[in-house]
């Protein structure tokens, strides 16, 4: 498949290298980030008056679901403002790396320990992603409880960089890069080496080391072996290190890491059902006809609560994998000769990226274009204490394209059910097990999305 | 070295902008107006529930709510009532020409306990002498509100002013009931009239109506106009839209503590059961208004309508027992 190379281009490949367009970019993010914790903690409890609430769960989450992961894949993590305190504490810089006065950039802050490496892995964002999940229902909703989820974030991702070498917190916990990676697979953009020969000869390693131009990569991978987008930041760090001007960003067809058979894992094979099953409870929980259900979400700590917890996990952990896994008994019943069950686990899992991702899209349609004029009065007034900054404080709330949301729904659904079949059938053949090993997925795709279409539309 | 002082001013941009909101916040609570938090009563109702001014001078306050649509007003009709919608802070300026003690209340059906929803305005200022007040009815009467008065023989159907406007035109004058009836119930005219020899060849029914007719004609329509708006946005969600004492938020009232007068076990009062109502007084009535149901859930409103606005909501749940055909 061809790629277009984005770095060819003198004007963008400066852009790119120069740290100031992503400083911009990141100061705005942390500025907006600032207000919303103030707003959080000092501001309206009322919610949909309230910046933190409606800028965070409703603006930029539709910037990243609908726009951004689709678009840019990890685009986002280079300019969160999250890890932006301990990173630069941790490189006691705001821009390029300090120099010795040898002219060699000095070391790092802090411990700078290795990462443990039984926890190399996307368990932990797993479990964090669903911790969450839990308490959704009131941090979604009251400004208190996104300030104290933004607070311990912020703090643990300060702690981190301090303990950790590089982007730790990043790329082992954030509850938020854990799903962005793995949706970055279907990104239609990546950063890529050129000509990883090069790399190989290179023995500085200058993309994974650092020097004078830039850091190493703050990821923790060596570009010159990078062939999927799941972990890589888009910080266009070995943009700037490599002296062989040999890393290239490239657009690509959507989806071309999931067809890459090398590095996949059951901690990412879970993500994807993870999401799925969580993009079909969150639909049934806000957007479903069942009040008790509601009430039991937001009831945190009570029987039901307990309830909506154990029902939550078993369906998400339990109960879309174990589908699943009937489903991959019986295409390998029905394919013969039938690759190991793990394997084939673990490989058609990631046709459930495409699916997944478009249920998250057709479930943040639902609510973002119905509440997004919430927008308008919070920025006139993000604490709610009476203020009229930009004269929209008094405008009522009306929802958007309403018309138009629920044949979209049923469009991208449709779109990320065809790609999922698509994928899932290449995989297949890469397994050697061909359309018959992949057509129990394939029931199992269709009945999750026919479950989501009856929830968001039904 | 002067790309990283740019850097380190556009990081002080970006942390000072959003700590500009707190300078903005503290210069506003300096503004002279004062914040009041609406909550419903169940997490904590009004804050501060205790508000200072001084007479002759505006009290500017910012009223907030922080979680429903509350409604603010001052009791004996000082102020108009506002709504406070959530999230969209209203400001209003009040100003007391006497000293005294003031109270403020929610006038919106916030929730179980809205009624809670109620502070006080402690207004200093020179000593004026005192408005001379007069003693509530039930009081000088010296009545127990709280004692059982159940009708002897009530109707045996809803008596009808317009019935007993006719049932008038035959009767002599002298008959009529006449003078301030609010010490009486209508049993006890009802009985008078029923003793008195000219009425000897009339029904028991005609008689009731006759006390209906009697009843409507010592008010105005105005004053029932007025009764039902108060009744509707005071009364209403827990005696039930016709005073059956079936409203919205009948259900989750308290159990009565012992307490008989127009009470079943458990529910607000039928103001439609004539054998209970019609054997209370305008009095009694006046008094349960002022002094509250005590123990029962029904909230008292001495500090809130006026004596004017007591009497009209009195009149008017008459029109609940008795058929005022303009108030139906």
Not at chain 1, 362 to 370: G, P
Not at chain 1, 411 to 426: E, F, I, P
């Amino acid at each position: 498949m061809s790629t277009l190379d984005l770095t060819a281009h003198p004007t963008i490949k400066r852009l790119l290298r120069s740290r100031w367009p992503q400083l911009i970019l990141q100061l705005i993010a942390l500025a907006g980030f600032l207000v919303a914790l103030l707003a959080s903690w000092l501001g309206t409890p009322i919610g949909n008056h309230n910046f933190a609430i409606v800028v965070v769960w409703i603006a930029w989450w539709a910037l990243l679901m609908l726009l951004l992961v689709p678009a840019l894949g990890r685009g986002w993590c280079s300019v969160c403002p999250l890890p932006l305190a301990g990173e630069w504490l941790q490189r006691g810089s705001l821009l390029g790396p300090r120099l010795d006065v040898s002219g060699r950039p000095r070391p790092p802050l802090g411990l700078g320990r290795r990462w443990p490496a039984r926890l190399r892995n996307i368990w932990l964002q797993n479990g964090t992603f669903l911790l969450l999940a839990l308490f959704s229902a009131v941090v979604l909703t009251q400004p208190s409880a996104t300030g104290l989820v933004l607070t311990v974030i912020i703090l643990v991702a300060v702690i981190v960089s301090l303990v950790f070498e590089r982007r730790a917190f990043c790329r082992y916990l954030c509850p938020v890069g854990g799903f962005i990676g793995l949706y970055a697979q279907a990104a239609p953009l990546e950063v890529r080496v050129t000509d990883p020969a090069i790399c190989t000869a290179h023995t500085d390693k200058s993309c994974y080391v650092g020097s004078a131009e830039g850091y190493g990569c703050p990821w923790d991978l060596f570009p010159g072996s990078l062939t999927k987008n799941t972990y890589c930041g888009t910080c266009m760090e070995c943009l700037r290190t490599c002296p062989y001007d040999n890393v290239a960003v490239r657009l690509r067809a959507p989806g071309s890491d999931l067809l890459n058979p090398s590095g996949r894992r059951l901690d990412e094979a879970y993500k994807a059902f993870i999401m799925l099953g969580g993009a079909i409870a969150y639909s049934a929980v806000m957007l479903g006809p069942w009040g008790g259900l509601k009430t039991a979400a937001f009831e945190i700590g009570s029987l039901p609560w307990l309830a909506y917890v154990g029902g939550l996990l078993a369906f998400v952990l339990l109960v879309l994998p174990g589908s699943f896994l009937l489903a991959v008994v019986l295409g390998r019943r029905l394919a013969r000769p039938a690759p190991p069950l793990m394997k084939t686990f673990v490989s058609l899992a990631y046709a459930f990226v495409p699916l997944g991702l478009a249920a998250w899209i057709a479930f943040s349609l639902s609510f973002v274009l119905t509440n997004l004029s919430y927008l308008w009065p919070v920025v006139s007034d993000p604490m709610g204490w009476g203020w009229n900054l930009l004269g929209t404080a008094a405008l009522n709330w009306h929802p958007y394209l309403t018309s138009f949301v629920p044949p979209l729904q049923a469009l991208v659904l449709a779109g990320g059910l065809g790609w999922t079949a698509v994928t899932a059938r290449r995989i297949a053949e890469q397994l050697g097990g061909g359309l018959r090993l992949a057509w129990p997925t394939l029931l199992v795709a269709l009945a999750s999305t026919v479950g989501v279409l009856w929830l968001l539309l039904g | 070295m002067k790309a990283h002082s740019l850097a380190l001013l556009l990081l002080g941009v970006a942390l000072g902008l959003p700590l500009t909101l707190l300078a903005a916040r503290g210069l506003q609570s300096r503004s002279g107006v004062v914040e009041v938090h609406a909550r419903v009563a169940e997490t904590g109702g009004w804050t501060p529930e205790t508000l200072s001014a001084v007479a002759g001078k505006p009290l500017r306050l910012r009223l907030i709510s922080d979680d429903v649509v509350h409604g603010f007003a001052i009791g004996q009709g000082q102020a108009a009532p506002l709504d406070v919608e959530p999230g969209r802070p209203v400001e209003t300026t009040l100003t007391f020409s006497r000293p005294g003690r003031y109270v403020f209340f929610c006038t919106r059906w916030c929730g179980p306990n809205h009624w809670r929803m109620r502070g006080t305005i402690e207004v200093s200022g020179p000593e004026v002498s005192p408005e001379p007040a007069s003693a509530p009815l039930y009081l000088t009467l010296g009545l127990d509100l709280d004692a059982p008065h159940p009708a002897d023989l009530p109707p045996a159907e809803r008596p009808s002013a317009s019935r007993g406007a006719q049932v008038s035109q035959s009767m002599p004058a002298t008959v009529l009931p006449s003078g301030n009836l609010r010490s009486e119930s209508p049993a006890q005219v009802w009985r008078r009239l029923r003793e008195a020899p000219e009425t000897a060849a009339m029904t028991d029914q005609e008689l009731w109506d006759l006390v209906a007719y009697t009843w409507r004609s010592a008010t105005t329509t105005e004053a029932l106009v007025e009764g039902r708006a108060l009744y509707a946005s005071n009364c209403a969600a827990c005696h039930g839209e016709g005073g059956a004492g079936d409203g919205v938020m009948a259900p989750s009232m308290p159990a009565p503590a012992g307490m008989e007068i127009g009470h079943a076990a458990g529910s607000p009062a039928n103001f439609r059961d004539s054998q209970r109502m019609l054997g209370a007084s305008s009095a009694i009535l006046q008094g349960k208004i002022l002094r509250g149901g005590m123990g029962t859930g029904m909230p008292y409103w001495g500090p809130i309508f006026t004596e004017a606005q007591t009497w009209a909501l009195v009149d008017y749940l008459w029109s609940r027992s008795m058929d005022y055909e303009e108030v139906r």
